[in-house]
């Protein structure tokens, strides 16, 4: 394990308790579940917000169950009444842990992408480059294709595989210029295949985007879906 990843974890560790005390809110025991606490103030929305959000950050979702978030509670409320544990010989442990929880989840997310991507290459009018995008030209353009020595303008709508929106210049209104060059691997690619004029849409799988960083609230090794308009290319 790199330093990094090893901070990195540590991190994720002393967030741990706080993050899934959200999933059981206050739980007393490890029989206790988060039927037994209602979410009803503007503050209690507020509490609730805090947990969830720990649990966003530092990419959590899916590595514990129920029974596990209910005994991880118990930690939280343990400490937060001041019941003192020695938490050094259980570092090491909490570590491997989470390491292993962290590959399990993402093994299970690249199998679920790589069916996703299989069924959009067969959808009518797309392909399947050798890196692994899959794209689709909606309309043909007329002007010539970029490079990535170019800047471009482009119009563009990204979703995930579930059709969550993460970005949007069509939602905001306002085309973007960029260089070719400073993109995603996924972007670099797609947008050579295009013609100034041209839309597309574009299925980048996870190593071809943000891979396993993410990027704010695009999880580690998400698969991405643009729509692109090609408007101008900039030389």
Not at 49 to 73: L, P, S, Y
Not at 115 to 143: I, K
Not at 215 to 227: M, Y
Request: proline letters at 3%.
């Amino acid at each position: 394990m790199t330093a990094s990843r090893s901070r990195s974890i540590r991190r994720l560790t002393l967030a741990l308790v706080l993050a899934c005390a959200a999933w059981s809110c206050g739980a007393s025991d490890s029989s206790s579940s988060s039927a037994q606490v209602t979410v009803t103030t503007a503050q209690d929305s507020t509490l609730y917000a805090i947990g969830h959000g720990m649990v966003q950050q530092f990419r959590m979702q899916g590595m514990f169950n129920e029974q596990e978030a209910a005994i991880i509670a118990l930690g939280f409320t343990d400490a937060i009444s001041g019941i003192e544990y020695d938490l050094v010989d259980q570092m090491q442990k909490m570590n491997e842990l989470m390491v292993a929880r962290n590959e399990k989840v993402q093994e299970a997310k690249k199998a679920e992408a790589e069916v996703f991507l299989a069924a959009e290459a067969q959808v009518e009018g797309a392909q399947r480059t050798a890196s692994g995008l899959v794209y689709q030209e909606v309309v043909a353009g007329t002007g010539p294709n970029p490079t990535v020595q170019d800047s471009i303008t482009v119009h563009y709508h990204g979703t995930l595989e579930d059709g969550t929106v993460f970005d949007s210049s069509v939602e905001r209104d306002e085309p973007i210029k960029f260089a070719l060059g400073q993109v995603i691997p996924g972007w670099q690619e797609g947008l050579q295949m295009m013609k100034e004029g041209g839309k597309a849409r574009l299925v980048i799988p996870g190593d071809l985007a943000y891979g396993p960083r993410g990027q704010g609230t695009i999880p580690p090794n998400a698969t991405l879906v643009f729509e692109v308009e090609l408007i101008t290319i900039h030389r």
